[in-house]
């Protein structure tokens, strides 16, 4: 197992920035990809960002939001600028194992118009 646990959600106005975390424990040889993910109430789960080498982004956040990992501390990061409502969200963090996935609870994010 891997738990994943996700930090620094908020609430914050439409254009300000949050930068969300996520750590990895447990058995972590083998991580090799990251991903996350975000669904907003009543929507299905969509994938937001990933990252391997590189980083990689939906449309919706590409240019908005960057993914970063820290392998010293097993730790992913989003940072997310000029937020809008509509990426209020429930953020949940995804990490990937030798084919296996696993996930944190998820962390908050509430953007005000």
């Known amino acids: 197992q891997v738990p994943l646990v996700e930090s620094g959600g908020g609430l914050v106005q439409a254009g300000g920035s949050l930068t969300l975390s996520c750590a990895a424990s447990?058995?972590?040889?083998?991580?090799?990809?990251w991903n996350w993910y975000r669904q907003a109430p009543g929507k299905q789960r969509d994938w937001v960002a990933g990252?391997?080498?590189?980083?990689r982004y939906a449309d919706s956040v590409k240019g908005r939001f960057t993914v970063s990992r820290d392998n010293a501390k097993n730790t992913v990061y989003l940072q997310m600028n000029s937020l809008k409502p509509e990426d209020t969200a429930v953020y949940y963090c995804n990490a990937v194992k030798w084919g296996m996935e696993f996930w944190g609870k998820g962390t908050l994010v509430t953007v005000s118009s």
């Open positions: 990252i391997t080498t590189r980083g």
């Open positions: 447990g058995s972590i040889a083998g991580l090799n990809a």
